[in-house]
């Protein structure tokens, strides 16, 4: 027997999210249009949450991936950065954060493709109570680390499997762990391991959770991989301690779920691709809900020339809002920052915009009312031109303005 595909048919608030959607089939007048947001840096006043030089508790303990902060149950923040060996800073305000090297989540390099527990990043938190923190963390696997797919010449795209996985704290964020794998995989491809992929292959990152009807969504990147298109799927789930339960957006309905190639469902992998958002190219680092507005704000990065004597593109954050996150407004650039242009090749100056609320009332910062700050990783680049461990965490200033 199949395994059933709705999460519970019997919530009447199953799709009200997307409710809008018939009411439109139907012939019905289109949803108002959202006030247009602008939002705005005040760039003279960037400061260091984090600086590698200063701050680090090891030599890896470095910020990479998007700010994200939840409150434990003793009243301290938790802000994660996260690298593989996964350290917070903490503090009592989000404004006066520090590291703490004490906390660690580390997984356990296993060399096993399948179980996805070699290398894994804390990206996402979300929490009711304090106590029990549920986080969506990225779990790559690259064959090469381990000797057994041939090195590829780029880096970044043989042999590169990952994966979204559960991590759970029962301590108020002190310690997180997993079930044992790979039961704890909340969405991979459904696809058997392959040694020459061609291409990376599962899902690589998660937005912010957003809970709205009773249903926990957030977006998911993929890079594409034979019947899956590349972009970000939404998906939901009604319980956070369940990875099986999340399902994914196929265009008309939270319909689908993920599959281990193991399980006799899959006998079309096809079968089990999501719907992408045509609107969003590149990883949603943050989205939070704007509060004035009753809306939604996504921001990304983008990788554009600002002249035609330019060698390499430049590192554009971008935002965009929705109603219903399913449908995304044109984007506008928030912040560029040069690339280097006396490069032999491209190097990074910056990536991981996020937007942060410090005053927010959600527990999970995941809101926003008209002022908070956009964070980033800065890059160092060595004067050999050669990407190090030597970055920061930065923040700017930012305010949201809205247009009838």
């Known amino acids: 027997?199949?395994?059933?595909?709705?999460?519970?048919?019997?919530?009447?608030?199953?799709?009200?999210?997307?409710?809008?959607?018939?009411?439109?089939?139907?012939?019905?007048?289109?949803?108002?249009?959202?006030?247009?947001?602008?939002?705005?840096?005040?760039?003279?006043?960037?400061?260091?949450?984090f600086e590698w030089k200063k701050d680090k508790c090891f030599d890896g303990d470095i910020p990479d991936s998007p700010a994200r902060a939840f409150k434990s149950k003793d009243g301290s923040v938790f802000l994660y950065t996260s690298h593989p060996q996964n350290t917070p800073l903490v503090g009592k305000h989000l404004n006066n954060v520090t590291p703490s090297c004490k906390h660690t989540f580390?997984?356990?390099?296993?060399?096993?493709?399948?179980?996805?527990?070699?290398?894994?990043?804390?990206?996402?938190?979300?929490?009711?109570?304090?106590?029990?923190?549920?986080?969506?963390?990225?779990?790559?696997?690259?064959?090469?680390?381990?000797?057994?797919?041939?090195?590829?010449?780029?880096?970044?795209?043989?042999?590169?499997?990952?994966?979204?996985?559960?991590?759970?704290?029962?301590?108020?964020?002190?310690t997180f762990s997993t079930a044992s794998p790979p039961k704890h995989v909340i969405a991979r491809a459904p696809h058997k391991f392959s040694k020459n992929p061609g291409k990376p292959a599962g899902f690589f990152t998660t937005s912010n959770i957003i809970y709205r009807d009773n249903f926990y969504y957030t977006l998911i990147y993929t890079y594409g991989y034979k019947g899956q298109k590349q972009g970000n799927c939404l998906i939901r789930t009604d319980n956070l301690s369940n990875p099986l339960s999340w399902r994914t957006w196929d265009g008309s309905g939270f319909n689908r779920h993920f599959v281990n190639p193991e399980h006799p469902d899959t006998e079309n992998p096809e079968d089990y691709t999501c719907t992408i958002i045509p609107e969003i190219k590149n990883k949603v680092r943050s989205l939070l809900w704007h509060e004035t507005t009753k809306q939604y704000i996504a921001i990304y990065e983008d990788y554009q020339k600002s002249t035609k004597d330019d060698t390499f593109p430049n590192i554009q954050f971008k935002y965009t809002q929705s109603k219903d996150?399913?449908?995304?407004?044109?984007?506008?650039?928030?912040?560029?920052?040069?690339t280097p242009q006396n490069c032999k090749k491209m190097i990074i100056a910056a990536a991981y915009p996020s937007i942060l609320d410090p005053d927010s009332r959600d527990m999970n910062f995941g809101t926003i009312s008209n002022h908070g700050f956009l964070y980033f990783t800065r890059f160092n680049p060595a004067s050999s031109c050669k990407t190090t461990f030597d970055r920061d965490l930065v923040r700017i200033p930012l305010t949201i303005n809205s247009h009838e």
């Open 1 to 49: 027997m199949k395994r059933q595909t709705n999460i519970s048919t019997s919530k009447k608030s199953s799709l009200i999210l997307f409710s809008w959607i018939s009411y439109i089939k139907a012939g019905y007048c289109s949803p108002p249009t959202p006030p247009l947001l602008e939002i705005s840096l005040d760039t003279s006043k960037i400061e260091t949450v």
């Open 106 to 174: 580390f997984a356990s390099t296993d060399q096993n493709p399948e179980n996805f527990d070699d290398l894994i990043w804390l990206q996402t938190f979300y929490t009711k109570d304090g106590s029990t923190i549920y986080s969506l963390g990225s779990s790559d696997y690259h064959g090469t680390r381990f000797k057994i797919c041939p090195k590829p010449l780029n880096e970044s795209s043989d042999c590169w499997w990952s994966a979204i996985i559960l991590a759970t704290s029962t301590d108020g964020g002190n």
């Open 325 to 338: 996150l399913l449908n995304w407004s044109q984007s506008k650039t928030l912040y560029t920052i040069k």
